[in-house]
């Protein structure tokens, strides 16, 4: 019987590129095809969007890389960059450094949203500000839970299957594909430019891309997947705790204004605590295995 794995593995670029975009849409399709059969389709209630979003993720970001990768390699766990166990010292700066982080995220953000168009195209920007502001009210309902399982609910689905998701598929499988010793930085950005363009939201495209690019950093430094992984989650389940306690009668802060207004040197602290953990990072994977 002929083995199917590694059969790819001589493919060009553009072949990878292609069976990466028509696998993620097939499986799409079918998630899409699976929530209307199983889940009632229906767009205003909200376990039938949870069920829609798990759907979705599942079939465009997890499936396809899985798949491909055992058609691209030979080893197609170590294709993915998913066969080393981070070390304790690791998974410690990338928890910390998602934290830290919030601030700057939170001001880039504030300056990405000062961004306007040119007048020709304020019918475009209208309608990018109307379809953010229905993201974003989707969003708060999906967050207010008022129960332990509805938290625990939220972080898997909206923290863990998203950052295992999407990192596969855009560092683990796309960021791979275009990837090669002299065009590392290349990748990384461009990886990070579609990583953020996909998610068409525009007032939140600058830190989205420089997360993004963090990411890719990471898994190219440590060869490591489950460090951007962690990353991503972390950055999730951070706010999604914070709705959940300000949701249920907790006296928090704001966490999506700190590093702005009044707190707008927190913001600069922030960035520059994080560039320094950065450089430290990368110190340190070049000298042992972190």
Known sequence: ???LRGMYKQNGVFSNLLLLLGTAVFFAVMAIAVWK??????????????WLQFAQAVGIFIV???????LWSDKPVGYLCLD???GLGSVFFVVLSMVLVIP?????????????LPSAFAAIEAQMKASEAEIALLTMKLLDVHSLEGLFGNVFL?????????????????????????????????????????HFQFYGFIPRLLMGAFFGYLLVWSGNLWL???????????AIVFYYLKNNGFHVFDIDTLGTGNTLWIGYVSGLLTLIMIFLFRAKCRTTDF
Request: aromatic residues 16%; positive net charge; without cysteine.
């Open 1 to 3: 019987m002929v083995s």
């Open 37 to 50: 059969v199983f889940f009632g389709a229906n767009p205003t209630e909200i376990n039938s969007v949870r």
């Open 64 to 70: 396809p890389p899985l798949v491909l990768a055992y």
């Open 84 to 86: 080393k166990r981070p």
């Open 104 to 116: 700057f995220v939170n001001l880039l953000g504030e300056w990405n949203q000062q961004l306007r």
């Open 158 to 198: 909206m923290a863990f299957i998203p950052a295992f998701g999407e990192e596969l598929f855009f560092r683990g499988a796309l960021q791979r594909i275009l990837e090669n010793k002299k065009h590392a930085i290349f990748a990384i950005w461009l990886t990070a430019f579609i990583f953020s363009a996909i």
């Open 228 to 238: 951007p992984v962690l990353a991503h989650f972390t950055n999730n389940a951070v």
